[in-house]
């Protein structure tokens, strides 16, 4: 009876301890990138989005429970310092195992800051397009890079090897999820 008791308590320990394992603490800067990491990351967790739509990622200052976020992080993803002006200062501070910076993924189609007719965009662009204006280091390229597909199939097969990095128990999610992103984005191409 005792030993009974003793393998049923050991197999429910073991269960917990399955139940235990991490999943990764994933913190994303932006939403664009956000739905390309969850879509990698479903079926195990759901990352965290740093900076709501509404927040400007070149003028933005975080709260107290954003930078706890990003403290208890395993894994925080941004485009880049010169995108994300606002948030340099704290970013600098994350180790760059922990760190994926999306601009500096290589072979990714980078473009020259295009010009925009200011008149032509209404009140509310117009305000977003002064920001951008504002931060001369932004100036040279357009890191705007979501709306390029092949950038986006870079960014996913690089942000899915690291996610197999700190996860290996869920590789196979993540590369099953990516056959998926890069299939809906192959039909985007067409």
Known sequence: MIYRLFLCLTFLLSLNNVGAQSIPNVVVSIKPIHSIVSALMEGTSRPQLLLESSDSAHTFHLKPSQLSLLSNAD????????????????????????????????????????????????????????????????????????????????????????????????SNVYEANLIKIHSRLNKLKL
């Open 75 to 170: 894994l925080v993803i941004t485009i880049g310092d010169s995108f994300e002006t606002g948030l340099k200062k704290t970013l600098g501070n994350i180790k760059d195992s922990s760190r994926v910076i999306v601009s500096e993924i290589n072979d990714l189609n980078l473009y020259d800051f295009r010009n925009v007719d200011i008149d032509e965009i209404n009140k509310d662009e117009k305000d977003k397009h002064t920001d951008h204006e504002e931060h001369e280091e932004h100036a040279g390229l357009d890191l705007h890079l979501w709306l390029d597909i092949v950038n986006m199939q870079k960014t996913a097969q690089y942000i899915s090897e690291k996610l197999i990095i700190i996860d290996p128990n869920n």
